[in-house]
């Protein structure tokens, strides 16, 4: 089996088999052969309050909601290029943020200005989600939908406590709790990737990690090397099942033939066509207008 790239997104594993990627960053997923991302809000801060959460300052909050899209773009197009993504469901982290714009009541001296904000979700990064709901506990049973995630399942599952609850428009529910009335665990399988949505891993650190008070620095024991080693391993060979399976069932040749074209498929293509000229408008758009933010900065 072919070593594969594992990159990790906002939080870190131990053992060389993975690639911790910064949140704050702006790197592609396209070079992995697997993404796993944790959703958060990365370094963003704030110090003040709003409606009970964190008002992040405003510097954060621009940073904040452009790495949102970033990841959200990326996780898209990764799994249009046949990548295995997997978002492990950790409790959300969600804020109010500023979004530049302000409203101004009275005049002269007793002019206020407010900003406005609005809330920001950990989870805007993740497509395919239309809601994510904070619960805890431990005990999920894999559904029929989910037996190729079994080899995985039965040696992680001990590690995987769920945090949140899903809803979504999931043809493939993998995970529910032991009545049956959450989904934990879901896939959404295109024609090329997969974007698997599973609880998260969670260990005791006190076992993995070791702080040298010496030299200042913590370090993974072999407990923890081992456990790293083994999910590399699983997450490889889950990768190859998903894709053996996609090859498995290739779209026989009568199905090119433009007779057997749907007129609803001309519509869509059309749609897509459109959509795509938009982003690239507003790419643009958006390219030029993170030029102007920096110059607007420099005056500082």
């Known amino acids: 089996m072919a070593k594969q790239r594992i990159f ?22 396209l070079d992995a052969d697997i993404i796993l991302i944790e959703p958060t809000l990365g370094s963003a801060s704030g110090y003040e309050s709003y409606n009970g959460k964190t008002l992040l ?24 290029v046949g990548k295995l993504v997997i978002v492990y469901l950790a409790k959300p982290r969600d804020c109010y943020r500023h979004t530049g714009q302000k409203q101004h009541s009275g005049t002269g001296r007793s002019r206020v200005t407010t900003n406005i904000v609005t809330e920001i979700s950990s989870y805007e990064a993740i497509p395919n989600l239309k809601a994510v709901t904070p619960k805890s506990g431990t005990e999920i049973r894999l559904e029929k939908d989910g037996k190729y995630l079994s080899p995985y399942w039965s040696e992680f599952s001990t590690y995987s406590p769920y945090e949140v609850e899903i809803d979504g ?6 995970l529910r709790s032991r009545d049956g009335s ?16 599973l609880p998260p891993l969670r260990y005791d650190h006190k076992t993995f990690v070791r702080h040298d ?29 998903l894709r053996q399976s996609a090859e498995a069932t290739p779209v026989p040749n009568w199905a090119t033939d433009s007779k057997f074209r749907l007129a609803a498929e001309g519509q869509l293509e059309t749609e897509i066509s459109e959509c795509s000229a938009s982003i690239a408008t507003l790419q643009a758009r958006k390219g030029s207008l993170e030029d102007e933010l920096v110059k607007a900065g420099g005056l500082r």
């Open 8 to 29: 990790t997104v906002g939080f870190e594993l131990p053992g060389d088999g993975f690639e911790y990627v910064e949140f704050d960053s702006d790197a592609t997923l």
């Open 57 to 80: 300052d405003e510097y954060s909050s621009f940073s904040a909601k452009r790495h949102l899209d970033h990841w959200r773009s990326e996780i898209v197009a990764a799994v249009k």
């Open 169 to 174: 428009d999931f043809k493939h529910v993998l």
């Open 182 to 197: 959450r989904i934990l665990g879901a896939g959404v399988h295109s024609t090329t990737g997969v974007l698997l949505f």
């Open 213 to 241: 008070k010496e030299s200042k620095k913590s370090y993974s024991t072999k407990e923890a090397l081992q456990f790293g080693k083994r999910l590399a391993a699983a997450l490889a060979s889950l990768a190859d099942s």
